[in-house]
């Protein structure tokens, strides 16, 4: 394949806050962009030169969104891989349908990552009566899972026993489930990395990440976060998942971290990720430039870090804070903080759970930082860390 050099347009299946910010960074190198959503105020249609507004799965959309591009990419995990496979038809996609299909599907997921020799929890795949009761012991307590179309903890059951277990399966609408062994967990991390056609790998640190209520609540990235290690063992085995899928793109492959300090790898996202944000203000190399450049066949460049960084996700939970009615957040003091970096993804409307922006800090050391994140915490109403 030839460079797509800027100046050619870059599509992106999917309108949402990642989809925004890949605009961003292929608008800054030059690119036109197009974006297809259905939604007419979606956070990348409203920013992209062009915007297709139509269903995934819509010929004619898809057709107009083929003609407008040069190469297409995806910001979305649940776009219909069969769409992506209709696109790779006609012009370069990435990433590739096989690899999202994967993604996709936590009972393949898993089955890739024991591919690539790298352990994930204890686990089962339940589609039957019989596989329900087929269930062992050592599984429970764990969480059950639907196989498809999880994000943000929904589609989630944790279950004590085989009655809540029978139970949860019910409530999920029986369909297809992978039930994990539910792990002590000591931290939660997440590694991102690039790959472009011809196989060079890039990545970024290890990131990592604390969950609340089942969402990325906070990310942090500086010196003496995680052993060396620990880390590099992190960084091999997400090059190993990405090697293993001939992976073109950003991936990023989310890990527990046991009490013992193993890792274990929790599931992999085919686009760039939460916790990757701070790279737009701390490397020098964004995990959105990633994505273009893996997406134009342009040179990939080992990411440098320079700046230890926390970033705070912007949940529409602060909105509703200190009062019931929604209320704007006071931005202002937030930006009177030397090192704060506001991201808004231009949502109109604030719900609980919905990820509205995020706040990178970074600063000349990481105790600097961590004062900054929790001044800033404190001014938002987000829980100390
Ligand atoms: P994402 O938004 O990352 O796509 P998701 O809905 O796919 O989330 P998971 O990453 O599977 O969900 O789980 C969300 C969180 O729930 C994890 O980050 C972790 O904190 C907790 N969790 C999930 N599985 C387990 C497990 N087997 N043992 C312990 N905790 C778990
Ligand atoms: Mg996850």
Redo the contacts with the bound molecule.
């Keep these: 394949m030839t460079v797509i050099l800027p100046g050619a347009t870059l599509g992106v299946m999917g309108g949402g806050q990642l989809g925004r910010m890949f605009v961003h960074a292929a608008q800054r190198m030059g690119y036109f962009t197009a974006v297809l959503d259905p939604d007419p105020a979606s956070p990348a249609g409203l920013v992209s030169h062009y915007h297709v507004q139509a269903d995934y799965l819509d010929p004619q959309g898809l057709a107009e969104l083929m003609q407008r591009s040069a190469a297409i990419t995806t910001e979305f995990e649940n776009v219909p891989a069969p769409a992506l496979a209709t696109l790779a038809a006609q012009r370069p996609v990435a990433p590739a349908a096989e690899a999202v299909a994967i993604a996709q599907d936590r009972a393949q997921e898993k089955a890739h990552f024991v591919r690539c020799g790298v352990p994930c929890?204890a686990h089962a795949v339940i589609e039957t009566d019989a596989q329900l009761a087929a269930v062992g012991d050592r599984l429970l307590p764990g969480?059950l899972?639907t196989a498809r179309l999880?994000?943000?903890?929904?589609?989630?059951v944790r279950v004590k026993n085989r009655a809540e277990l029978a139970a949860a399966w019910e409530q999920l609408r029986r369909v297809p489930c992978v039930l994990?062994?539910?792990?002590p967990?000591a931290a939660?991390c997440s590694v991102i990395v690039a790959r472009s056609r011809d196989g060079q790998m890039v990545n970024l640190p290890p990131q990592l990440n604390l969950?609340r209520d089942?969402?990325?609540a906070v990310t942090q990235v500086h010196e003496a976060h995680m052993p060396p290690a620990q880390a590099a063992q992190a960084i091999d085995a997400t090059r190993a998942i990405a090697e293993g899928l001939r992976y073109v793109g950003v991936l990023c492959v989310?890990f527990?971290v046991l009490p013992d300090g193993s890792l274990v790898v929790?599931?992999m996202?085919p686009r760039p990720h939460n916790s990757g944000h701070y790279s737009m203000d701390a490397c020098d190399v964004s995990q959105f430039e990633l994505q273009v450049r893996t997406l134009a066949g342009l040179p990939l460049s080992q990411p440098r870090q320079h700046s230890p960084a926390i970033m705070l996700n912007l949940l529409g939970d602060l909105w509703f804070a200190w009062a019931d009615e929604e209320r704007t957040p006071a931005w202002d003091r937030v930006l009177a903080l030397s090192g704060a970096h506001l991201h808004l993804y231009g949502k109109r409307s604030a719900r609980k759970g919905r990820k509205m922006g995020h706040l990178n800090i970074t600063g000349p050391t990481a105790g600097a930082v961590r004062a900054t994140a929790l001044k800033a915490a404190a001014l938002l109403g987000i829980e100390a860390f």
Excluded: P, T
């Design positions: 929890a969480v899972k999880g994000y943000d903890g929904k589609g989630q994990e062994q539910l792990l967990l939660e969950h089942g969402i990325l989310e527990f929790n599931e996202a």
